[in-house]
């Protein structure tokens, strides 16, 4: 082998889709776009990398070391590879400025990157689809965001058992650390531990909330916010008495629940303020989704962030949205038995040609498929020499083709025989009457 | 404004898309892909950035300077984002070895990045359409390539008056150039001036061309080649006598020529054997595809290329193959007025819902929008708080919605008006029909 042999293969974290591969992921593309079209979304992108500065100017120069960037050679600027959208959302957004429709709803499904040690459910380069919704102040932009979330993923067959929305806010999350003796100047180091709690050791935990001021009792009311899920059933509002938390902050949860019982989504919703979401953006509700059985990081999550728009320059416009990623997304779904047979989600040929009357019919086989391909149809035909018609029907199978098309001795009286594979039938069909016989316009 | 101003900004060369402009490069996409899948193409995809060392090892460090290439902090590798597809191509059907099926048809269509100053028709980020055959020897497989690119082109509009396949051959080039005395040590250098000859200054050419030691008559003809477009009509036979070539140098061009006949795409095409394309793995034919008037750079390029699998490690098998990128192909459809309206290349709602009973019937605009959207149906309303109907109305019409249903007075005996919009019909339905109305499934 030429060269050293990592070259020769993808850089770790990121994947080659071959076909079977490839079919999965437009399956898991085509719920996301056809979720976001049926709820009046419209499609955008942004460039795969961005001024370094875009990101360093709201999270800070410690994000750098999770960022790929790069500087071309002789250039001035630093470049990175976008690590989420919601950066360049607010960028093209406060670009418009007073041209951006209100209410304006975006969709996009880009390709995002992290300098990251890769893991199960988290690559370095993953496909992420963005929903945001700028200029709706209430609680329906959350719910319109989560309704069109849960959409593309029932699509794919998950239902109420087998995902859950876990539903929390910012505010909510405030009060509750404070009353657990957390002081306001430490508030946003409580929410990232809150956040990471899941994924760090029991002492290093224990350490780092005993750091925080909290006492032992403090430090196991922390361990079990969000352990017992609360069905969004719940007012919020009594919610708010059991958990020691004015009932003025429930007002923006409490009017998001009627939202999402008028979408009929509230079966899969339940509260938990132990969601906080890393991102300093988030101002308000945020959520996350998760599988229900909480063995695989969340699928998505997103919430409502007011202030980033106006912070990259543009106008002062209230804006919720959520991303996710494709990584865990196909964990899920593979893990329910949503993915079986990837040669079911390959695009089906219309007709798959078969000539099995050698050097007579051979000859027609590529005009035969320039016509069909001409008039849109999907077309194929066996690469093998046989004329041996099991052979061929069994090429044809393998590709889950609609219509065999046979090229026989019915040739010379200028009709072919097509097999029609899903009713078990076949038929005689003059060669001229074949486009419209296997698009069915003949049965109009 | 926060930060400085060009964070705020797209890097130069690289593209946002909003909707309408997401509208235009969908539709590409669709032509593309459609074309693909009805000639029998499977989809595939690779890294957005992969080894540096996989494009050095082929094409030399002198690549690196084109390439925006970067290290992970702390990493030791070096990677770039990838500049064309054929090295992953080539690297994924070597990874499958003896497992690749013969023949195998890809297609792609990623993002590129190129670290060069943008220009017309040439930016850093551009989406390419990427088809390879691999496995098959005979021009029928540079055939099947070129009938793809045109298809995909007939599709958007473009007809045989608009533009030109220009097909040539490495072999011809090579011995055209040897007849104009360039020696044979500098024969790659004479294909590179060539494939540059139209970008560089006359002086400039003049210096080279004479630096290759050629004199002022044979300058001349270098500078001719593929002045006078030859139809594909034309025998290659009969040019090799007129162009003083060896009547086998063309026998592949003579058997692609009678491919291209069975395909019925000859008029599209003609011999010009000042294509020779930039890139070293080229081995036989090459062709490109422009703009008839010769105003744009190509729209398309390809060729065959039997020793690059191999060369990374793979089976020994040919394969041939093009990359279409989205730049030039959109300002050529711009061109030849084939993009006017973006709007009606957005997708259309099967419903745009207006309430304009008030109380009485707003409340009913978030149920219905469910209920049409969970039936898989695109469906929208207005923001405006008015009940005017010409306004909402209006708003229908911004969309190009197929439908309005209109809440009014009638919903108190469970019904809405649809108006069809194409049609210029309306019709009262009752609300439990309205998916089957909408659908046009009460018409089976």
Same mark, same amino acid.
């Given at each position: 082998?030429?060269?050293?042999?990592?070259?020769?293969?993808?850089?770790?974290?990121t994947? +080659?889709?071959h076909?079977?591969d490839?079919?999965?992921r437009?399956?898991?593309?085509?719920a996301?776009r056809?979720?976001?079209?049926?709820?009046?979304?419209d499609?955008?992108?942004?460039p795969?990398?961005?001024?370094?500065?875009?990101?360093?100017?709201?999270?800070?120069?410690?994000?750098?070391s999770?960022?790929?960037?790069?500087?071309?050679?002789?250039?001035?600027?630093?470049?990175a590879?976008?690590?989420?959208?919601?950066?360049?959302l607010?960028?093209?957004a406060?670009?418009?400025?007073?041209g951006?429709?209100?209410?304006?709803?975006?969709?996009?499904?880009?390709?995002?990157?992290?300098?990251e040690?890769?893991?199960?459910?988290?690559?370095?380069?993953?496909?992420?689809?963005?929903?945001?919704?700028?200029?709706?102040?209430?609680?329906?932009?959350?719910?319109?965001?989560?309704?069109?979330?849960l959409?593309?993923?029932?699509?794919?067959g998950l239902d109420?058992?087998?995902i859950r929305?876990?539903?929390?806010?910012?505010?909510?999350?405030?009060?509750?650390?404070?009353?657990?003796?957390?002081?306001?100047?430490?508030?946003?180091?409580?929410q990232?531990?809150?956040?990471k709690?899941?994924?760090?050791?029991?002492?290093?935990f224990t350490?780092k909330?005993?750091a925080?001021?909290?006492?032992?009792?403090?430090?196991?009311?922390?361990?079990?916010?969000?352990?017992?899920?609360?069905?969004?059933?719940t +007012?919020?509002?009594?919610?708010?008495?059991?958990?020691?938390?004015?009932?003025?902050?429930?007002t923006?949860?409490?009017?998001?629940?009627?939202?999402?019982?008028?979408?009929?989504?509230l079966?899969?919703?339940?509260?938990?303020?132990?969601?906080?979401?890393g991102?300093?953006?988030?101002?308000?509700?945020?959520?996350?989704?998760?599988?229900a059985?909480?063995?695989?990081?969340?699928?998505?999550?997103?919430?409502?962030?007011?202030?980033?728009?106006?912070?990259?320059g543009?106008?002062s416009?209230?804006a919720?949205?959520?991303?996710?990623?494709?990584?865990?997304?196909?964990?899920?779904?593979?893990?329910?038995?949503?993915?079986?047979?990837?040669?079911?989600?390959m695009?089906?040929?219309?007709a798959?040609?078969?000539?099995?009357?050698?050097?007579?019919t051979n000859?027609?086989?590529?005009?035969?498929?320039t016509?069909?391909?001409?008039?849109?149809l999907?077309?194929?035909t066996?690469?093998?020499?046989?004329?041996?018609?099991?052979?061929l029907l069994?090429?044809?199978?393998?590709?889950?083709?609609?219509h065999?098309?046979?090229?026989?001795?019915?040739?010379?009286?200028g009709?072919?025989?097509?097999?029609h594979?899903?009713?078990?039938?076949?038929?005689?069909?003059a060669i001229?009457?074949l486009?419209?016989?296997?698009?069915?316009?003949?049965?109009?």
């Open positions: 082998m030429a060269g050293s042999s990592h070259a020769f293969q993808a850089p770790r974290g994947r +080659d889709f076909p079977a490839m079919a999965v437009l399956h898991i593309e085509r996301w056809t979720a976001s079209i049926n709820h009046g979304f499609e955008i992108e942004g795969t990398f961005e001024h370094l500065e875009l990101y360093t100017s709201k999270s800070g120069p410690g994000i750098v999770e960022l790929f960037s790069f500087r071309r050679s002789g250039g001035e600027t630093d470049f590879l976008r690590p989420e959208f919601t950066p360049t607010a960028r093209m406060a670009a418009l400025g007073r951006l429709p209100v209410p304006t709803r975006w969709f996009s499904m880009p390709m995002h990157y992290r300098a040690r890769p893991q199960r459910g988290r690559l370095r380069e993953f496909r992420q689809w963005n929903i945001d919704v700028i200029g709706i102040d209430g609680a329906d932009g959350d719910a319109e965001t989560i309704t069109v979330a959409s593309a993923l029932r699509t794919l109420a058992s087998s929305v876990k539903i929390s806010h910012r505010a909510v999350v405030g009060r509750l650390l404070a009353d657990l003796g957390v002081p306001a100047e430490r508030m946003a180091e409580a990232d531990l809150l956040d709690r899941d994924r760090i050791e029991a002492a290093t350490e909330t005993t925080l001021g909290l006492d032992q009792t403090a430090i196991e009311r922390f361990a079990a916010l969000g352990a017992e899920p609360v069905p969004a059933s +007012d919020p509002t009594t919610l708010a008495e059991q958990l020691n938390v004015p009932a003025e902050a429930m923006e949860l409490t009017e998001l629940r009627a939202e999402l019982e008028r979408r009929g989504v079966e899969f919703c339940e509260w938990d303020f132990s969601i906080v979401r991102l300093a953006y988030y101002t308000g509700t945020v959520w996350e989704i998760h599988e059985s909480g063995g695989e990081r969340a699928i998505a999550g997103g919430g409502r962030y007011d202030t980033l728009i106006e912070g990259y543009g106008p416009l209230s919720c949205g959520f991303g996710m990623g494709d990584v865990v997304l196909e964990l899920v779904l593979r893990d329910h038995g949503l993915i079986t047979e990837a040669a079911e989600l695009p089906r040929p219309d798959f040609i078969v000539s099995i009357g050698g050097d007579d000859h027609m086989v590529v005009p035969l498929l016509r069909l391909r001409d008039a849109g999907h077309a194929r066996s690469a093998k020499t046989t004329s041996n018609l099991g052979k069994k090429d044809a199978g393998k590709c889950n083709a609609r065999a098309v046979i090229l026989g001795g019915e040739l010379s009286d009709n072919v025989v097509v097999k594979f899903d009713a078990g039938e076949q038929a005689t069909v001229d009457d486009i419209a016989h296997l698009t069915g316009s003949d049965r109009a």
